[in-house]
């Protein structure tokens, strides 16, 4: 459903998944993002944080953190999918990727 960006009809959709990677990238026109790669353990795929939570992922959220996200935005740009997560909460911490995920 997140990879496809079918969850905007339905914001009571939540999903417990894995991050394994987190960038925060700069950009020139002073709107800076955060993308974060999320795993289900047999898939994985990039979404963008809301601004409003580069303040938890900074400080709360690490790489392989298991997280739950909720409250997500879904647009389709051009046949590509581009999922933002409005709401995040650290579950727990891991060690390593859990699984072997694929995109």
Do not use: W
């Not at 009809?9 to 002073?30: H, P, R």
């Not at 993002?33 to 709360?60: K, M, W, Y």
């Not at 790489?63 to 739950?68: C, D, G, I, P, T």
């Not at 409250?71 to 997560?85: A, D, E, L, Q, R």
């Amino acid at each position: 459903m997140l990879i496809d960006g079918n969850v905007s009809a339905d914001s009571s959709v939540v999903f417990i998944i894995q991050v394994i990677d987190i960038s925060l990238l700069k950009s020139s026109n002073g709107r800076d993002r955060c993308a974060i790669t999320f795993s289900d353990g047999d898939h994985f795929t990039e979404c963008f944080v809301a601004p409003q939570l580069f303040g938890i992922v900074r400080n709360a959220v690490d790489k392989y953190s298991v997280v739950q996200i909720s409250n997500i935005t879904c647009s389709v740009i051009n046949g590509h999918s581009s999922v933002i997560v409005n709401y995040l909460v650290v579950v727990s911490d891991a060690e390593d990727v859990l699984n072997t995920p694929v995109p």
